[in-house]
């Protein structure tokens, strides 16, 4: 064999493993009694949950330079391919913000859904990130060469550094701060709350600066962490064999992995901050994890033990779509004083599991009932595409 197949299954398989992370790692019986890999670190630093998200915009990138050259080069022009990337992106935007109007508390009496959800609408979140990486990223594959989307993905990292470093800025009592990195103290958490408000971020109560881990300035990077997908995505598209691809891949994540874990020691690895040491790293790793799918599921043929994965990756949005409603309708449906979650949890697991394992044990068979739909679609050969 000396070149891989068209379709790549090996794309799907980790978009599938991205997403079926993400569905176990928000789903947990209680956050109180979590695992340890299925915990995102506190504040620096990373765990096996902290990859889950750089992953999912890894393999968009991914597919993004698989899929849209093809486009162009089946006549469309680079303004039509962009005007498609720019609704999907709309799309994804909006279904965030529908997912995040979507909740109400029948515990509260005077509870104002209007004022709670749509007044003090969280602005960004998961969807609404993805749309935007997502359509910037398709810019830059219909519009730059590799090496200027390289270029692109050292600059972005480079201009986001620079302003968290080098800019200064100031609370309301005038304290002027530079070059932090704090849990609601940074640049980026002083431009969410400046630009965004208090009342429409998540992490509300921090101090000095409201600040949203989805935010604005941390999208630049994020952006990096999808380029970085395009660029491998066109190194496994390159006329070679097989293990030239493959041993690409590899030196590529080796290098990105030592980087971002040289760089730590100057910019910490944070997920919320999404910092340039955080992108090289989950980048590297990324890169591992793609080369060994490859390896496994393309080139060996050994495609089987993968076909829950590539299942959820082929309907990757509408899985997330399908456990975010899930898992709204169980915190909000009413069972005495506390919601079905919770019911589910504390008197249906933790009397045979314990409080541990119970937790984990919920986040598994919310997996299965969330996979349900999305293996019939599956079956059906209906891919929902937004």
Avoid at 281 to 292: C, I, K, V, Y
Avoid at 332 to 353: C, D, E, Q, R
């Amino acid at each position: 064999m000396t070149k891989l197949p068209q379709r790549i299954l090996a794309v799907d398989a980790l978009r599938g493993i991205a997403i079926a992370a993400m569905v176990l790692v928000n789903n947990p019986g209680s956050w109180s009694h979590v695992y340890a890999p299925m915990r995102h670190a506190q504040w620096h630093g990373w765990t096996l949950a902290d990859l889950v998200f750089p992953f999912f915009i890894f393999i968009m990138g991914v597919s993004a330079a698989l899929s849209l050259p093809k486009q162009v080069a089946s006549g469309k022009s680079a303004i039509q391919v962009i005007n498609q990337a720019a609704i999907r992106a709309g799309k994804l935007f909006s279904l965030g913000l529908l997912l995040a109007l979507f909740y109400y508390n029948f515990h509260v009496v005077d509870y104002s859904w209007w004022h709670q959800q749509v007044v003090e609408l969280r602005v960004f979140g998961v969807l609404q990130r993805l749309g935007l990486v997502f359509f910037i990223t398709a810019v830059c594959v219909v519009w730059l060469s590799a090496r200027m989307i390289a270029v692109m993905f050292l600059l972005l990292l480079v201009l986001y550094w620079g302003l968290m470093a080098l800019m200064p800025y100031s609370d309301a009592s005038g304290n002027v701060y530079q070059g932090l990195w704090n849990f609601g103290n940074s640049f980026a958490a002083w431009v969410d709350a400046n630009l965004l408000g208090v009342s429409h971020v998540f992490y509300r109560s921090a101090t000095p600066f409201a600040f949203d881990p989805e935010g604005i300035l941390s999208t630049l990077p994020a952006v990096a962490s999808g380029l970085l997908g395009v660029l491998a995505g066109k190194g496994i598209q390159q006329p070679a064999t097989w293990l030239v691809k493959l041993n690409w891949l590899i030196v590529a994540g080796a290098v990105l992995t030592a980087s971002g874990l040289l760089l730590e020691q100057v910019v910490p690895v944070n997920k919320a901050l999404w910092t340039p040491s955080y992108v090289l790293l989950t980048g590297g790793l990324a890169l591992f994890s793609l080369s060994a799918l490859i390896w496994l599921l393309d080139v060996k043929q050994l495609i089987c033990w993968a076909q829950p994965l590539i299942i959820c990756g082929s309907n990757s949005i509408a899985f997330y779509l399908i456990a975010g409603v899930l898992a709204r309708l169980l915190i909000i449906i009413p069972v005495g004083n506390s919601s079905l979650h919770g019911w589910i949890y504390n008197k249906g697991l933790v009397p045979i599991f314990g409080e541990l394992n119970g937790s984990l044990a919920f986040a598994v068979i919310f997996f299965i009932v969330s996979f349900i739909p999305i293996w019939l679609m599956y079956r059906k050969n209906f891919f929902w595409k937004v």
